[in-house]
């Protein structure tokens, strides 16, 4: 016949199987998708290994060299480290920008790097504000992802006396010349100008000294170090 009687069960079996294999695509891509964040994320977890990756193929405007990572990490105090050492929680943008870039690549990335202050990672003993970069093949590194809030505005500032022993040094005597001349000569007792000025010089001289040991020992209590020093140590007191 031309024309066939419509058999209801039927239509509803093929609806059923035409849903069924669309719900097995959709499954199907989801599941590849979560494979590979699960891949990138165990990747970033284990970090370490040597996988630099093209400079041609990377984005010019998104590369750093290593002086200027370092620079930022001293100024700021923060550490350049692998992402096995990062204690906080990946972002599903930082791993989508991953997949992206190895997409783009066809290869995969293994050697991972994060900007981030000392207590965003796991740092052994000797005894927050990430940005998750891939060494280049020419030794500098490609910014995949940041993420969180910025660094407060004064964070430089109160950095800016532990960057290094010179900042250090000149910090100390700034701290205990704004002490010694802050005195009122009221309370001073001097006699002269001249005698006022010998007396705050020497007290310059007295609290430089005092702070010095002071910070000394409290560098010592709490292990700290200067942050040219432990900028890309895995060692929270070096």
């Not at 010179?166 to 309370?187: C, D, G």
Request: proline share 2%.
């Amino acid at each position: 016949m031309i024309f066939n009687r419509l058999n209801i069960k039927s239509e509803l079996v093929k609806e059923r199987s035409r849903q069924q294999r669309l719900m097995n695509d959709v499954t199907g891509i989801l599941n590849e998708s979560l494979e590979r964040d699960k891949d990138v994320l165990n990747r970033l977890k284990i970090s370490g290994s040597s996988s630099a990756i093209s400079v041609i193929a990377a984005d010019e405007n998104r590369i750093y060299t290593l002086d200027q990572i370092r620079k930022i990490c001293i100024r700021y105090r923060l550490r350049f480290l692998s992402t096995s050492l990062f204690k906080a929680t990946f972002p599903y943008e930082a791993i989508s920008r991953i997949n992206e870039l190895e997409k783009k690549l066809n290869r995969k990335i293994d050697d991972f790097r994060i900007i981030a202050p000392s207590k965003a990672f796991d740092l052994e003993n000797i005894n927050q504000d990430p940005l998750l970069f891939a060494q280049l093949e020419d030794g500098r590194f490609f910014l995949i992802h940041h993420w969180g809030k910025d660094l407060k505005w004064y964070r430089k500032i109160l950095t800016w006396p532990l960057q290094n022993f010179t900042t250090y040094f000149v910090s100390l005597w700034f701290f205990a010349a704004a002490l010694a001349f802050s005195i009122p000569a009221s309370v001073m007792h001097v006699l002269s100008k001249d005698s006022e000025m010998f007396l705050r010089l020497w007290l310059t001289v007295h609290c430089f000294i005092a702070f010095m040991g002071i910070t000394f020992w409290l560098a010592m209590s709490y292990e700290k170090t200067f942050s040219s020093l432990n900028w890309e140590s895995k060692y929270y007191n070096w």
